[in-house]
């Protein structure tokens, strides 16, 4: 008895596996349980696959299986998740992981990637979005980047670079960095912060608008093109970094450029419109073919520098450039309608070379010491003096046009020991008896 009842349930078993099969016989495009369909036909547009990277994380709930081993996708909406902290990822039909959100915009909430990203679109962040340092943040042509205007200046939305930044536009296709406001402000969003970043970092055709600090580096290397940084109250901060720039604006803001312990290669960049245009403190830059204009306070200021200055334009400033100590030399530069002294030297060991100094409110050279040497220059239409010398050393000042050939007129627009017995003297004989033809 005991072995008929086995044998029995043997049989009750494998005649319940053979109708298991027969229901499936048709291949499973379609197939019909107790007259009721549970598979509809394979739907005609694409679906996200089961098996895709996205779906890894997906319960397995969500799944059928097939008996024959194929998976099959319920039809439902997969939208990407928008967890605090968790970038919101989707996928393209292909199977590519890209950022776009809700209507082409993604949503970061104090988001931290560790892995290669492409931004696309319109992307919206909050708090913060990290660059871990093995990650790449790839920003795609025309891609707008907003950033939250809430919190104080110390939390306020902000992108933080310790990997790579890759945002690479095109004169039709800019990239926006800016404020999520309808009417946006000064320092409505933190800014993009390089953090120990050495590798590198590209910008190019990008602008970065309503920052409080459009971009800051430390310890970190950055090549600019054709970049516009405008109405932050720091363009762009540099701390112990190496920045090469071709092209752009940096315009509207408290100080347009500021750098510490850094080398800086800046070419064909404007700085205008500012209270401050360029500070530097300690630090090794060439500028050329520069405009630095209309700043309401200095045009350029540098503390304890060595830079060298060529073709540049510094005009309608408070007063043009102003160096304090450090070293260097100013070659075929203009100076022109700046409200206070043009150029102001105070320790500095500085060639000063072909540059061109009219129409200047005040002063349009000033000296407080020895230390410069100035030839090869053109002085006209300066309402202060051509050289004003308020130090006690003497100035070697030879072979420049001073507006006129006469001595006398010369005299009169150069400050002195034999104004002030307290100055040093102005070596200015021999001088050029007409504007050099490089100058004109």
Sequence with gaps: MKYMSVGFVILCTAAFFTAGCAMFSDGGASSVLNNRQIFSSVPSEPVYSANSSFM????????????????????????????????????????????????????????????????????????????????????????????????????????????????????????????????????????????????????????????????ETQFSTVSLKMVSVSWAHTGFLMRDSVTHINGGVFSNSDIGFEMHDSELDMKELTVSACKRGIVMFKSAASISSCKITNNEQFGLLSDECRIRITAVELSGNGYGADLNGGEGQIIATSFLNNREAALHLAGTRVKVNRCRFFDNNQDALRLEDGRALVWGNSFSGNKGFNLHNSGREDVNALQNWWGSSDPAAISQKIYDAVRDPRSGSVQHFPWLSEKPVFLQ
């Design 56 to 215: 890894s994380g997906i319960s397995e709930a969500n799944q059928i299986v097939h008996p024959a081993g194929l998976h099959l996708s319920l039809e439902i909406p997969l939208q990407p998740s928008r967890i605090q902290g968790v970038a919101a990822p989707s996928v393209d039909m292909n199977g590519n992981a890209d950022l776009s959100a809700d209507d082409a915009s993604a949503v970061y909430d104090k988001a931290t990637l560790t892995e290669d990203v492409n931004l696309r679109g319109n992307v919206l962040i909050k708090g913060y979005l990290v660059v871990a340092p093995q990650a790449t943040l790839r920003v795609e042509p025309g891609a707008v980047i907003r950033f939250a205007a809430t919190g104080t200046k110390n939390t306020s939305a902000r992108l933080v670079i310790q990997g790579r930044i890759h945002a690479v536009g095109t004169a039709d296709k800019p990239i926006v960095f800016t404020s999520d406001r309808s009417t946006p402000a000064r320092g409505d969003w933190g800014g993009i912060s390089l953090v120990a970043s050495e590798k590198r970092n590209q910008l190019e055709h990008c602008r970065i608008e309503y920052a409080n600090t459009g971009l």
